[in-house]
């Protein structure tokens, strides 16, 4: 591999731009060939190509710059080849911004033991490694050159390895892309977290040659930035030290003539309390020119601890599944509009958030949820990721403007304080 092959230029660049005093956190500006992302950001999961229930258009009307959809699930339906076939991911959904897709290492907890899909997993018991959520059955098996499991749509058997991650994510043509890794949960023993970080270490690298391989090839693409990503659970020096093994594993990849890392995903069980904690340990070992995803987080109070930890973006379903069981954001705490107390109630879901749902009432939202008219998600979902959206933005401003600390404690004093 040659330093000078015009395929493997530079990595998409990061800019730094504010930083918030006293803390870990800044804004900054991510460049994409399609655009470029303002940090914080909040980027909207569209799972299957898809933000569930809306149009990408209305996705990009409310305000989000960018949008992470599921290797493994585009791996299934409608395939890779497809959607290389149409143009990358977002010509396929007519999605004109950045584009971020996982690696389909979360899988491997999700179907593998059947935890529920959230980040926070805590534990009460024993650490057993064969542990499987109760009534679920184990659907992968980790090995130490990759994962092997069965569709959750038709139990037919299928295998992830790093290199096929790659491919797969090549094909799909997202922005910025994940490194294969294996997220352990908190019920993992301390002797199995250090093994799977080891095991994450070696596949990272596996990740980093094949995607400078793939990025020759495929000339005809933009080309696409690779973030590896930390795993650890609790530990501190397990996360310490992967976050360190990147930042030389990446290091060294470059000065070979790769591409290197244009970014970390920081992934992983953890519980909530520890967040902020584990988020600031990974970053003190990362470079400060590089930016960080959080992986899977939406509560206001978990995404303002994690930027003034140094998270520049985050997803999370959360906003949109919650939205399609009736639950609404709002400026004073989270409620469920199908409750009866709103059947007769003709104020908007949120007075003071201006969106494409404001001209809609509770009442009319109640209703639709009841008779159980599709509007009904549509409607929710583009309220709730616009209040995300707006909300991290407003954080975005307020650190440049200099009242971050007052915009959080108003912010975080009011919706907590409890719901209408």
């Not at 015009?6 to 660049?13: E, F, M, R, V, Y």
């Not at 529920?116 to 992968?140: F, H, P, W, Y």
């Not at 390895?161 to 090549?170: D, G, K, L, Y």
């Not at 009242?403 to 975080?412: A, G, I, P, S």
Request: proline content about 5%.
């Amino acid at each position: 591999m040659s330093s000078d092959d015009p395929a493997l230029s530079p990595d998409h660049s990061f800019t730094v731009g504010t930083s918030l005093p006293g803390t870990r956190g800044r804004t900054g500006v991510i460049d994409t060939p399609h655009g470029q992302i303002h940090t914080p950001a909040f980027v909207p999961v569209g799972t299957k190509a898809t933000v569930k229930t809306v149009l990408p258009e209305s996705v990009a009307a409310l305000g989000a710059q960018a949008v992470l959809a599921n290797a493994y699930h585009l791996y299934l339906q409608p395939g890779p080849e497809i959607i290389d076939e149409a143009g990358g991911l977002g010509a396929f959904m007519n999605w004109p911004g950045p584009t971020y897709t996982d690696s389909g290492g979360f899988q491997v907890m999700s179907l593998g033991v059947g935890f529920k899909k959230v980040i926070s997993m805590d534990v009460v018991g024993e650490q057993n490694d064969d542990a499987t959520a109760a009534g679920k059955e184990r659907l992968s098996a980790v090995d130490d050159d990759g994962v092997t499991f069965k569709s959750h749509l038709d139990g037919s058997a299928h295998r992830f390895t790093p290199e096929v991650s790659m491919q797969i994510q090549h094909q799909l043509g997202a922005d910025i892309i994940f490194a294969f890794d294996e997220l352990t949960t908190l019920m993992n023993t301390r002797m199995y977290q250090e093994n799977s970080l080891e095991r994450t270490r070696l596949w990272a690298i596996r990740c980093l040659a094949e995607h400078n391989q793939l990025t020759r090839e495929r000339i005809h693409r933009p080309p696409q930035s690779l973030w590896g990503v930390i795993q650890g659970a609790q530990y501190e020096d397990l996360r310490r030290k992967a976050a360190r093994d990147l930042v030389t594993m990446s290091a060294m990849d470059q000065a070979d003539g790769g591409r290197g890392f244009g970014g970390f995903g920081i992934g992983g069980a953890l519980t909530k309390d520890d967040l902020g904690t584990i988020v600031g340990w990974v970053n003190d070992e990362l470079p400060q020119d590089k930016p960080k995803h959080l992986l899977g987080i939406s509560e206001p109070d978990d995404i303002f601890v994690a930027i003034e930890n140094g998270a520049d973006t985050f997803d999370c379903v959360s906003p949109t599944r919650v939205a399609r069981n009736g639950a609404i954001y709002s400026r004073d705490g989270r409620y469920n509009v199908t409750n009866a107390k709103y059947r007769k109630d003709f104020r908007p879901l949120d007075p003071e958030v201006e969106n494409y749902s404001s001209q809609y009432t509770r009442a009319y939202l109640h209703h639709l949820f009841k008779a159980k008219e599709g509007l009904a998600a549509t409607l929710a979902t583009l309220h709730n990721v616009s209040f995300i959206v707006q909300m991290v933005d407003g954080a975005r401003r307020a650190i440049e403007a200099g009242n971050y600390v007052e915009y959080r404690d108003d912010f975080l004093g009011r919706y907590y304080a409890g719901s209408r």
